[in-house]
């Protein structure tokens, strides 16, 4: 049966063979080859010789596309890629937030092990989609596959986010607490912590903006030393619990945990404890489809999609339960709660001594912290440049352009300035949490939203090729989950005491969405409407190669 073929119902079936007649998007002549090699952006007219685009279709998105910097991202950049991206600050900081929250080791140890498999479940709806979809742009990407009325809502919203939320301010604070801490400043003045922090975020922002491919070699490195570093800590921890318990003050700490009564002490069961502990935990796991913003850059993109996903996953989940674990056992519970973000650093003093571990292995969680700014920069900086292609950022001819260095400058400008504005404006001493929270929030909307849409693509486009299928119930758990914790902020947490309203980034979090929202309806229905236009996507190829997409105004 042969269906006709718009916007709204296109059709591709088997992922790119077979389209109806006439067909809205480029046919798979012009899909980019998996080899790497770089295929036509635009159609020639022969008799002219002039190079024509091609339209920009929301089902090309079935096709893959290769970046005008080639596939330079081989299996290890990728794996690193992903695996910088999650161990990041998290493990070395977030654990004494999750722990002050839940009360007792066993209950924060049981929150860690939930947001792992929930983690688990996000990422499987992220392989499937990326498989099925296999462009640079993630959530944006399948967003607008799955929602396409109203016009440019879905794409609005994704920019709305990427810009507001899209920074790395968490990694740049905890990377200047362990550097201040390593040099033996006990408490650091607020313009010190600000200005370590605002001095790397520059510095990897040039490197990226100006040396693209050394900062993928640079980020690489970085990201093999945090592995390793957390390895290690592993095996400090194992060292310590069965050698140095009894003879030493070391380890010490687990003491009273290795009863069944001891490691569930002064549990707080309350949702919204639990919910803000698993934002903090899925913070700690954020990035696990890191690669989906940037697949336009891979060799083989699928393969490397589940392959390399799936065994950072695996490496997170193991390496950040024994890590835990060596926390609590070496370091006594109430420290652990009084630690706020140098929980690593107690563990490597109270191993190591005054000397090496107060001073050389903090500088080595610095520069873990430093390795996540740049992996999150690099992937976040080609999310806004897919957004300003797309026509969703003002100026796209400046944002989208990779020139003067082949590298997404624009995209790194959009990223820089919101970082630094939350770098900067905030008490650097509250800003950590917060931003966690404000960040987890929102996401968990836009997570929702996709898992409805994957059912939804299951049911209504059965002819889509899915080289990875996910569990079903794993994609019921995550809507039943986002929808707990989405209402969960809400729930007044036992003996609350912060300076804060208990629900602050929640209320935050929802004021980013309905700005977007309202910014959507002004920009795209109601000053049309006052002024007589509508809105049209006109095709257009830069002088280094980029494909754009203007938002032009046709009178009606």
């Not at 290769?66 to 992903?82: E, K």
């Not at 309905?514 to 236009?533: H, K, N």
Request: hydrophobic share 45%.
């Amino acid at each position: 049966m042969q269906h006709d073929v718009d916007e709204d119902q296109p059709l591709l079936s088997g992922g790119g063979t077979g389209a109806s007649s006439p067909s809205p998007f480029p046919s798979p002549s012009h899909a980019i080859p998996q080899d790497g090699s770089k295929s036509p952006r635009s159609s020639t007219d022969t008799e002219s010789g002039t190079i024509e685009p091609l339209p920009r279709t929301i089902e090309a998105a079935v096709l893959p596309e290769t970046s005008n910097l080639g596939r330079h991202l081989s299996w290890q950049s990728a794996y690193i890629l992903v695996i910088s991206r999650v161990i990041g600050s998290g493990i070395f900081a977030t654990p004494g937030a999750v722990a002050r929250s839940a009360g007792s080791a066993g209950l924060a140890l049981t929150i860690w092990a939930a947001g792992a498999a929930l983690a688990a479940c996000g990422l499987a709806v992220s392989l499937e989609l990326g498989s099925m979809l296999p462009r640079s742009g993630g959530d944006k990407v399948y967003l607008e596959f799955m929602y396409r009325r109203p016009r440019f809502l879905a794409s609005t919203l994704v920019a709305v986010n990427a810009v507001l939320l899209g920074f790395t301010a968490s990694n740049c604070v905890v990377f200047a607490e362990y550097v201040a801490f390593a040099l033996g400043i006990e408490e650091p003045s607020d313009v010190l912590r600000k200005s370590l922090a605002v001095g790397l975020l520059t510095a990897i922002t040039v490197v990226h903006g100006c040396a693209p491919r050394a900062g993928v070699v640079v980020q690489n490195v970085l990201g093999w030393i945090k592995v390793a570093l957390v390895v290690f800590m592993v095996f400090v921890g194992l060292f310590v619990v069965v050698f140095q318990r009894g003879r030493t003050e070391i380890g010490q700490g687990g003491g009273g945990l290795l009863t069944w009564e001891g490691l569930w002490k002064d549990s707080d069961w309350s949702l919204g404890v639990i919910a803000t502990s698993l934002f903090k935990v899925f913070y700690s796991y954020a990035g696990l489809s890191n690669v989906n913003n940037v697949l336009n850059d891979v060799k083989d993109p699928v393969r490397t999609l589940k392959s390399v996903c799936t065994s950072a996953l695996v490496t997170a989940v193991v390496l950040y339960t024994l890590v835990n674990i060596a926390y609590f056992m070496v370091v006594p519970l109430d420290e652990i709660k009084e630690s706020g973000e140098l929980i690593a650093a107690l563990f490597f003093e109270r191993t190591f001594g005054p000397q090496l571990g107060r001073k050389v292995l903090p500088l080595a969680v610095a520069l873990s912290g430093a390795g996540n700014v740049m992996v999150v920069t690099y992937a976040l900086a080609r999310l806004n440049q897919e957004i300003a292609r797309q026509g969703f950022l003002p100026y796209p001819e400046l944002l989208a352009s990779s020139k003067p260095f082949n590298a997404p400058l624009g995209g790194l400008i959009v990223h820089y300035i919101p970082s630094l504005l939350v770098i900067t404006l905030p008490p650097s001493d509250q800003v950590y949490s917060f931003i966690l929270e404000v960040e987890g929030y929102p996401a968990q909307f836009y997570g929702l939203a996709i898992s409805i849409g994957l059912l939804w693509l299951r049911y209504k486009r059965p002819d889509l090729k899915r080289p990875f299928k996910v569990w079903l119930p794993a994609v019921g758990i995550r809507i039943v989950v986002s929808l707990a914790l989405i209402a969960a902020p809400f729930f007044p947490p036992k003996n609350y005491t912060g300076t804060l309203f208990y629900a602050t980034y929640a209320i935050v979090g929802v004021g980013i969405i309905v700005f977007g929202l309202l910014y959507w309806y002004i920009w795209t229905v109601l000053i049309p409407r006052w002024r007589g236009y509508r809105l049209e996507e006109e095709v257009d190829i830069l002088d280094d190669g980029v494909t754009i997409t203007r938002l032009v105004k046709v009178p009606k």
